[in-house]
């Protein structure tokens, strides 16, 4: 059974920092993309960045451009999220998610990823 799990949420300071954390378990995701996304109270869920595989490409939503990091350690089997100057906008539930299959990056802005986590929240405070 495929299992995604995020942690390192919190709540933080404008202009703080946080680092979330994603491990994958049940597969090896070394050949998919990874991708990050979040909902913020009361929006719809929405693309903030994804890695392809190999970590070969990085796509961002504008939003989070110049801010935010992603990576990920395929021996481990984790994705991470580097947050920096972080925003009340910020605010929200960060899901990571999964690709089984080799979608281009336009689907997986849209958020069709096979795999997802439960989420855990960011709360930033202005």
């Known amino acids: 059974q495929v299992q995604l799990v995020e942690s390192g949420g919190g709540l933080v300071q404008a202009g703080g920092s946080l680092r979330l954390s994603c491990a994958a378990s049940g597969r090896t995701f070394s050949s998919s993309a990874m991708g990050w996304f979040r909902q913020a109270p009361g929006k719809e869920r929405a693309f903030v960045a994804a890695?392809?595989?190999?970590?070969?490409?990085?796509v961002y939503a504008d939003s989070v451009k110049d801010r935010f990091t992603i990576s990920r350690d395929d021996a481990k089997n984790m994705v991470y999220l580097q947050m920096s100057s972080l925003k009340p906008e910020d605010t929200g539930v960060y899901y990571c998610?999964?690709?089984?299959?080799?979608?281009?990056?336009?689907?997986?802005?849209?958020?069709?990823?096979?795999?997802w986590g439960k989420g855990t929240l960011v709360t930033v405070s202005s």
């Open positions: 998610a999964g690709a089984k299959f080799p979608y281009r990056i336009e689907p997986i802005k849209e958020g069709v990823m096979d795999y």
């Open positions: 890695i392809m595989m190999n970590g070969a490409n990085t």
